[in-house]
């Protein structure tokens, strides 16, 4: 006894096996991981060394001179790009395209870092590297109701602590925090009255804040911890602090010198919500593991408990992405329903209700047994993966109506149910598989390439294969199960409207063969002629109601040059009728809350707005506003307007160079590029 005949003998068991994957696939569009976009590797990140007080030229001689040539014998990384300002030094790597074991490639990173360390002058800071450059906050929570960036400060440290025990967390970066500094404003009359210089008074509170260990002793049987007195924890304890001076004799530090406590000067970033001053925290939820729709939920539930009540001070979530993302996959699962819909019509209009009854009902149990068998092998629902589903409809209902058409044809010459089916699945069983094979091998280029874009379309190959494999088995398995129930014999019947048009149709491209083959031609040039006035683009922008402007001002522009312009730009824009609101980030470009948004971290030069209009279709008249904006009010500072658009993560800066005496037209050019 063949395969196929054990197999016709199981039929019930086929039934119930695609039964419960169906409802596997129901439970899983439900319940499993998802997330809007799909993961990218972790191929680009940047560097950042600190060397405060030097100017460029030592910046870049003794610190990423050194740094580059320990990188440079990483050959997997495909370009380094540094940027030397005073203070500081940022290098930004990326990964050849095939490196996927990136956490491996990071490590040697670190290691060429530390051997560069050793080769720094004393005064550099810890060198800082990020290796998950790509990752994007899925809420910021933001902190305001204060103009003290102290007390947003605070509020937002005790808030970090407890954001770590919700699940789902991958790691929390600061957003605006103004930094700690203590200022001891030292009074030069009384200091040169009593012959006490800056660098002696140092001298003396560096010796008196050391952190150190004072032993234990052992007394009547108990050990007791003794706490020796050389660490500052107060501010009254520095102000309490004795100064020696050469007379002998010492007077506390209050004495001579104002001390403050407060926000770092001058400020490293910036950030306003809706016009005023907050300090936030970007949260960057696990990626392929959680929910993200659930998790939203959850951290709004945490937010909505931890508000406080009459409190002047507000606790609040922008930039949420969890109803985007529920958005766009609800917009796309509705666009797979439809297409079902829509294929069940054609089936029932072409084939009749019995033979368009049972090919349509193959539809659903493939695409949801597909879904099963990919939530069950680890697999994150995102919008390429529902995209493969929805491009492989109309290929999966070919194996079916091969194998449904041959059953009848059998049922109608006289054969009973079962010996239909046994038939058909022996004759076609090779011949689809053939055919399957060939439509699987077209997509296996597009699965196995590598690359950024192979990695954020490699799910929509991978779902249409799949798809079309689980199609074939219910085709041979299934497809014959299910006729024995729905199929008759029909005998001979009056030939429909398709068909009669097939048969014209044919009739009429033999006959006239020529110009068949002629038109076809034409056809063939005018759809490449007319190709050339068709808008290139691989990926389109989202229909988010949300946009970016990004202000780039000239290398060594103080941050308060810059965190004026933004805000003053921020506080125009809030009079717009089409903007809700708008958020304003100056010395670092703001939380990544879209995957391919830039981030320059630590950049007194660079400002960054994020404006959430009323709808969608207000974004060009917001565009035309910040255009007008730029040229009236900011000639001299590089104004982008940005939409989210999908596709590549933007892992490096596009640097545009432009040179010449009309201002507008390098104005034009600029834009163009920058689109």
């Known amino acids: 006894?063949?395969?196929?005949?054990?197999?016709?003998?199981?039929?019930?068991?086929?039934?119930?096996?695609?039964?419960?994957?169906?409802?596997?696939?129901?439970?899983?569009?439900?319940?499993?991981?998802?997330?809007?976009?799909?993961?990218?590797?972790?191929?680009?990140?940047?560097?950042?060394?600190?060397?405060?007080?030097?100017?460029?030229?030592?910046?870049?001689?003794?610190?990423?001179?050194?740094?580059?040539?320990?990188?440079?014998?990483?050959?997997?990384?495909?370009?380094?790009?540094?940027?030397?300002?005073?203070?500081?030094?940022?290098?930004?790597?990326?990964?050849?395209?095939?490196?996927?074991?990136?956490?491996?490639?990071?490590?040697?990173?670190?290691t060429a870092v530390d051997?560069?360390?050793?080769?720094?002058?004393?005064?550099?800071?810890?060198?800082?590297?990020?290796?998950r450059l790509v990752d994007n906050a899925s809420a910021t929570v933001v902190v305001t109701g204060s103009d003290d960036l102290m007390a947003l400060s605070y509020v937002v440290d005790r808030l970090e602590k407890k954001l770590f025990r919700l699940s789902g967390v991958s790691r929390i970066e600061s957003v605006g925090d103004p930094g700690e500094q203590v200022?001891?404003?030292?009074?030069?009359?009384?200091?040169?009255?009593?012959?006490?210089?800056?660098?002696?008074?140092?001298?003396?509170?560096?010796?008196?804040?050391?952190?150190?260990?004072?032993?234990?002793?052992?007394?009547?049987?108990?050990?007791?911890?003794?706490?020796?007195?050389?660490?500052?924890?107060?501010?009254?304890?520095?102000?309490?602090?004795?100064?020696?001076?050469?007379?002998?004799?010492?007077?506390?530090?209050?004495?001579?010198?104002?001390?403050?406590?407060g926000p770092a000067e001058p400020g490293r970033e910036f950030m306003w919500v809706n016009g005023r001053p907050a300090v936030g925290l970007?949260?960057?939820?696990?990626?392929?593991?959680?929910?993200?729709?659930?998790?939203?939920?959850?951290?709004?539930?945490?937010?909505?408990?931890?508000?406080?009540?009459?409190?002047?001070?507000?606790?609040?979530?922008?930039?949420?992405?969890?109803?985007?993302?529920e958005a766009r996959l609800a917009?796309?699962?509705?666009?797979?329903?439809?297409?079902?819909?829509?294929?069940?019509?054609?089936?029932?209009?072409?084939?009749?209700?019995?033979?368009?009854?049972?090919?349509?009902?193959?539809?659903?149990?493939?695409?949801?047994?597909?879904?099963?068998?990919?939530?069950?092998?680890?697999g994150v629902l995102h919008?390429?993966?529902?995209?493969?589903?929805?491009?492989?409809l109309g290929m999966l209902v070919d194996n079916a109506i091969v194998m449904v058409e041959n059953i009848q044809w059998h049922l109608d010459r006289g054969a009973s149910a079962r010996e239909a089916s046994i038939r058909s699945t022996k004759e076609l069983a090779g011949p689809l598989a053939a055919a399957t094979g060939t439509t699987l091998a077209a997509f296996i280029p597009m699965f196995i390439a590598k690359g950024n874009t192979a990695d954020f379309t490699r799910m929509i190959p991978g779902m249409v294969m799949l798809t079309l494999t689980v199609s074939y088995f219910y085709a041979i398995l299934v497809t014959p199960a299910l006729s024995e129930f729905l199929l008759k014999p029909l005998g001979r019947t009056k030939e429909g409207l398709v068909s009669r048009l097939g048969r014209r149709l044919g009739e009429l491209s033999v006959r006239?063969?020529?110009?068949?083959?002629?038109?076809?031609v034409v056809l063939i040039a005018l759809a490449v002629f007319g190709a050339r006035f068709v808008d290139r683009d691989f990926f389109p922008n989202t229909a988010r109601d949300e946009m970016v402007v990004n202000l780039n001002f000239a290398e060594g522009t103080h941050i308060s040059t810059t965190s004026s312009a933004a805000l003053a730009m921020a506080e125009a824009m809030r009079e717009l009728d089409e903007v809700v609101d708008v958020y304003a980030w100056a010395g670092f470009?703001?939380?990544?809350?879209?995957?391919?948004?830039?981030?320059?971290?630590?950049?007194?030069?660079?400002?960054?707005?994020?404006?959430?209009?009323?709808?969608?279709?207000?974004l060009p008249r917001i565009f035309d506003w910040v255009r007008e904006y730029a040229r009236d009010m900011l000639p001299d500072v590089e104004v982008v307007p940005q939409r989210l658009g999908q596709g590549l993560p933007v892992q490096a800066p596009i640097e545009v160079r432009l040179f010449g005496d009309d201002f507008e037209a390098l104005r034009t050019a600029s834009e163009q590029v920058m689109d």
């Open 331 to 378: 917009e796309l699962g509705t666009s797979l329903l439809i297409g079902v819909v829509i294929v069940a019509c054609i089936l029932f209009l072409s084939m009749g209700l019995r033979l368009g009854l049972l090919v349509a009902s193959i539809v659903p149990l493939v695409t949801l047994s597909a879904l099963a068998i990919y939530a069950i092998g680890g």
């Open 589 to 618: 470009s703001g939380p990544t809350f879209y995957y391919n948004l830039s981030e320059n971290p630590r950049s007194p030069h660079i400002g960054r707005l994020a404006i959430i209009s009323r709808k969608v279709d207000d």
């Open 1 to 110: 006894m063949s395969l196929l005949d054990a197999a016709a003998r199981q039929r019930r068991l086929f039934l119930s096996v695609a039964a419960v994957l169906a409802l596997v696939g129901i439970a899983a569009w439900q319940g499993m991981i998802r997330q809007e976009d799909p993961s990218f590797p972790y191929r680009a990140g940047f560097i950042l060394v600190a060397y405060p007080g030097a100017d460029p030229e030592r910046v870049e001689r003794l610190v990423l001179e050194p740094l580059e040539e320990e990188l440079a014998e990483i050959e997997e990384i495909d370009y380094i790009q540094s940027t030397v300002r005073s203070g500081q030094a940022s290098t930004r790597i990326r990964f050849k395209d095939y490196v996927y074991d990136t956490d491996t490639q990071w490590d040697r990173v670190r």
């Open 183 to 261: 200022t001891i404003a030292l009074q030069d009359a009384v200091a040169k009255r009593l012959r006490l210089t800056p660098e002696s008074l140092a001298s003396q509170l560096d010796a008196r804040n050391q952190v150190r260990g004072g032993g234990t002793v052992f007394v009547a049987g108990k050990t007791a911890t003794l706490r020796p007195e050389t660490e500052f924890r107060t501010i009254e304890e520095i102000r309490s602090t004795p100064i020696l001076l050469d007379s002998g004799r010492s007077i506390p530090l209050s004495e001579i010198a104002e001390i403050r406590h």
């Open 512 to 520: 006239h063969s020529a110009a068949v083959l002629v038109g076809a």
């Open 282 to 325: 970007a949260i960057i939820a696990e990626r392929d593991k959680v929910h993200v729709v659930e998790w939203g939920r959850m951290l709004e539930a945490f937010i909505e408990a931890e508000k406080p009540g009459a409190a002047p001070l507000d606790l609040d979530v922008i930039l949420f992405q969890p109803p985007h993302v």
């Open 383 to 392: 919008q390429m993966a529902i995209a493969g589903m929805v491009i492989g």
């Open 115 to 131: 051997r560069a360390r050793q080769q720094f002058p004393e005064g550099v800071g810890e060198p800082i590297v990020d290796d």
